[in-house]
Every structure is written in structure tokens, then in C-alpha cells.
């Protein structure tokens, strides 16, 4: 695990119950505050208050914060695999990071993914929402294939477009975190997280990969501060905070954010 990285915070501007302009406003404060990373999510209707509240589309949403903002990186967390064909899902992500470099940067743009859940999204959108297990195996078959895109791709993207998954499942997921990630992102309590990193290790040792370059992430929403003490302990460098607008809680942005440079200080 990269254990020496500096602690960095994402936060994830909840995609609904919200006008668009008001989640503009929040991408340039989060922004101008400081955070390091700005994520939304992929799903089609809300997960939360009124099932058939406003609800706006993930990667839409990206393309116009890739072009809004200078210096933050961001992404989803996480896009569903299901919803786009693998090669697309290359090209969009190239695409949008090509959007992100400003002034001959590299782009800022995170590949975050996962193999999707929200049964509503299949149904009304048409998917085939199959099973835990065949969702797992076409993420893992599909981030093969959008790896395989990036290399042919023309123009390349700017960077090696960084990936993050999301999940916990000790024998898929996990297996296919240590095959394809940069970052790992779960929800895993403190006390379990190690024996979670060991089977990340475990995996890239028996396929070839290399656990050394993941970065840990975790949310930190809800969290006291001995807890999100212990994930770092634990190994965790993202730490991650959902916000829910359209009244966003900047005042935990600047708590969390000061928490950050205290660790980044006493590190340095």
C-alpha cells in the first residue's frame, strides 16, 4: 500500500434533490476551499429522500466540471460497469481527461468504478440486472477491454488515467482490485481493514499484480474523529465525505480539511 502518499480529501456532491446551478456553485466552492478531489455518483434516480426526486446523470455532470475547474481532480464513486459499453466507457473517460488539461496540464480526470446494485436503475433503464457474480465477472472482463482501449486510442489520454474500484467482496472484487486499481475504496471499519489490505496483497501476489501502487480510501461521513484517526492508522490516505444538497455542509469540508493538514504537517 502506498503508505507514504499525503492524506488527501474527496468530496461527493450527492447528484440529487438539487438544480444543477446550485451544484456549479458548490463544484467552484469545494474547489476554491481546497479539496483535493470532487466526486458524484452514477445512478439514474435518487438513493435517498423522494425515490422520484431531481436527479442528474454522472457523466454528463463530470464533462462540465472537467471544463469548469482548473486544479481539483474528480470522478465517480463509483460509475456502474453496467450501464455502458467498456470501449465507450474508455472513450468517454479519454475524452473527458483531454477536457480537464488546462494549459498543456495533464488531465485530472479519476476512472472510479464498480460493478453496480441499484436494481431500480436496471429495471427502468432496461439492463439486465443478472446477478452479484455475473456483474463482478463483466467488470473484470470490461476493465480489461478498457484498458486495451486507452493503449489505442487516438490522441491518447493525457496520463495514465488513474483507477479506483469500490467494493469489499473478498473473491471477486478484492481480486479484481489488485489486478486494475490505483485507489480501493470500501466503507470497512478499522478493525477489519488490515485483513481486507492482506487479501488485496494476496491476490496481486498470485496474479502478477502490484498492491504496492493502491492507495486506501474510505468515507469518513458520520465519523468521529478517533474513528477516522484509526482509518488512517489502518492504512487509509482518501478519506472521502458524501454531501447531500442543496444545502451542502461546508462547515465538515473545513473541519476535514484542517484535519488533513495537521496530518499532512505532522508527516511532513
Known amino acids: 500500500m502506498l503508505l507514504e502518499t499525503p492524506v488527501?480529501?474527496?468530496?461527493q456532491l450527492q447528484p440529487q434533490h438539487t438544480p444543477y446551478p446550485a451544484i456549479r456553485e458548490?463544484?467552484?466552492?469545494?474547489?476554491?476551499?481546497?479539496v483535493d478531489i470532487l466526486f458524484n455518483w452514477d445512478h439514474f434516480f435518487p438513493l435517498s429522500g423522494d425515490p422520484d426526486g431531481m436527479h442528474f446523470e454522472s457523466w454528463t455532470e463530470l464533462a462540465a466540471w472537467a471544463e469548469q475547474t482548473e486544479r481539483v481532480q474528480f470522478g465517480?464513486?463509483?460509475?456502474?460497469?453496467?450501464?455502458?459499453?467498456?470501449?465507450?466507457?474508455?472513450?468517454?473517460?479519454?475524452?473527458?481527461?483531454h477536457i480537464s488539461a488546462k494549459g498543456g496540464e495533464t488531465g485530472r480526470f479519476i476512472f472510479g468504478t464498480g460493478s453496480g446494485w441499484f436494481e431500480r436503475d436496471y429495471t427502468e433503464y432496461g439492463y439486465e440486472f443478472g446477478t452479484a457474480g455475473s456483474r463482478l465477472d463483466d467488470l473484470a472482463a470490461g476493465l480489461s477491454r478498457i484498458e486495451a482501449r486507452w493503449e489505442v486510442l487516438n490522441p491518447a489520454p493525457t496520463r495514465r488515467i488513474p483507477v479506483l474500484i469500490g467494493g469489499a467482496g473478498e473473491?471477486?472484487?478484492?481480486?479484481?482490485?489488485?489486478?486494475?486499481?490505483?485507489?480501493w475504496h470500501s466503507?470497512?471499519?478499522?478493525?477489519?481493514l488490515p485483513r481486507k489490505i492482506s487479501i488485496i496483497e494476496d491476490w496481486a501476489a498470485r496474479d502478477g499484480g502490484d498492491a504496492s501502487r493502491l492507495v486506501v480510501s474510505n468515507e469518513i461521513a458520520r465519523r468521529s474523529g478517533e474513528e477516522v484517526d484509526a482509518l488512517y492508522d489502518s492504512?487509509?490516505?482518501?478519506?472521502?465525505?458524501a454531501l447531500r444538497g442543496p444545502d451542502f455542509d461546508w462547515a465538515s469540508v473545513e473541519r476535514w480539511l484542517r484535519w488533513r493538514d495537521e496530518r499532512n504537517a505532522a508527516g511532513a
Not at 8 to 11: D, I, S
Not at 26 to 34: H, K, W
Open 187 to 192: 466503507f470497512v471499519g478499522p478493525d477489519d
Open 235 to 241: 492504512g487509509v490516505r482518501l478519506f472521502t465525505l
Open 8 to 11: 488527501t480529501l474527496g468530496v
Open 76 to 97: 465517480a464513486l463509483v460509475n456502474c460497469n453496467s450501464y455502458r459499453n467498456p470501449d465507450l466507457q474508455a472513450d468517454m473517460a479519454r475524452t473527458i481527461d
Open 26 to 34: 458548490a463544484v467552484a466552492r469545494a474547489e476554491g476551499m481546497g
Open 171 to 183: 473473491k471477486k472484487t478484492l481480486r479484481i482490485v489488485a489486478r486494475h486499481a490505483d485507489y
